[in-house]
């Protein structure tokens, strides 16, 4: 059985799975801008840098070929996009909208269409790492910088009901099961992403949280994806993103992570009968 891992980049993460798989199976990087295909099952970690070569690839790959695929090209188009994960899991997620060249003049009458209130959270609708995230306090300050913004990009964005959260929270997913969980703590930030700093501890989720998660991870034919969750003062909790294509660099304190991606690439290697 050969595995092939589709990437445009190698990570620090993508060679950690490289290590662990290539131990047990023959495994090779699949550029999906160069795209030959000599494998068994295909490892999806296309990075949104190069979502548009990636989707396409899982796209040929998932129509012309009987080889398995993980994660999805259905779930990587939903998770990468923001606003498409709010489209498929509002019911599980902070109120948002999405303002673009188009619409960002109207954003008062958006907002109180759906019930959105300050403060609210801006977010480019491709993003991670925390990079262009703001927490804004009111229409005047939402308009001047949605004025300034728009009069130098034409990306779209997300405007996201701001959660005061009393635990931030990466879960790790993998074939529906609660890998491993870790609360991200953040310092002299109000943003908890490891990336700017936040300290970060194992912390357990509550049945209830869990089965939020797992719901919205089915939900979106997620394998392995890393699901951000905030849980509030009163306990309510709420999905924020989900991340096909997660870090673990921290996680991996707490849980081996490529071990875990590589016993689940076994059970499917093993499995003749399943298919995604």
């Known amino acids: 059985m050969r595995v092939g891992i589709l990437c445009c980049r190698k990570t620090l993460e993508n060679l950690l799975i490289y290590r662990y798989l290539s131990?047990?199976?023959p495994t090779t990087f699949i550029d999906p801008r160069k795209l030959r295909l000599d494998v068994d099952l295909i490892l999806s970690r296309v990075e949104r840098d190069y979502l548009k070569e990636?989707?396409?690839a899982l796209?040929?790959?998932e129509e012309t070929t009987d080889i398995e695929v993980i994660n999805p090209g259905r779930a990587v188009k939903i998770c990468q996009n923001k606003y498409l994960t709010y489209q498929v899991l509002g019911e599980y997620m902070p109120v948002s909208i999405q303002v673009s060249p188009d619409n960002f003049q109207d954003v008062d009458y958006l907002m109180e269409e759906v019930g959105l209130k300050f403060p609210?959270?801006?977010?480019p609708v491709y993003g991670g790492y925390g990079d262009g995230v703001l927490k804004l306090e009111g229409m005047e300050d939402l308009k001047g910088f949605l004025n300034r913004y728009y009069g130098r990009n034409s990306s779209n964005l997300i405007l996201q009901e701001y959660i005061?959260?009393?635990h931030d929270v990466r879960v790790f997913v993998i074939d529906n099961r609660v890998v491993c969980a870790m609360e991200r703590i953040p310092k002299n930030d109000w943003r908890a992403n490891c990336s700017l700093g936040a300290e970060t501890r194992r912390f357990s989720i509550g049945e209830d949280v869990e089965d939020l998660l797992l719901?919205?991870?089915k939900k979106v034919g997620a394998h392995i994806v890393g699901v951000d969750v905030l849980i509030d003062e009163e306990g309510n909790h709420y999905?924020?993103?989900l991340n096909i294509t997660p870090q673990f660099r921290n996680i991996m304190r707490y849980v081996d992570i490529p071990l875990e991606i590589v016993k689940y690439i076994e059970e499917r290697l093993s499995s003749n009968n399943h298919r995604f």
């Open 23 to 25: 131990r047990r199976y």
């Open 54 to 56: 990636g989707l396409e």
């Open 59 to 61: 796209k040929y790959i």
């Open 120 to 123: 609210v959270v801006v977010k």
């Open 164 to 166: 005061p959260y009393r």
């Open 215 to 217: 719901k919205g991870v």
């Open 239 to 241: 999905i924020l993103e």
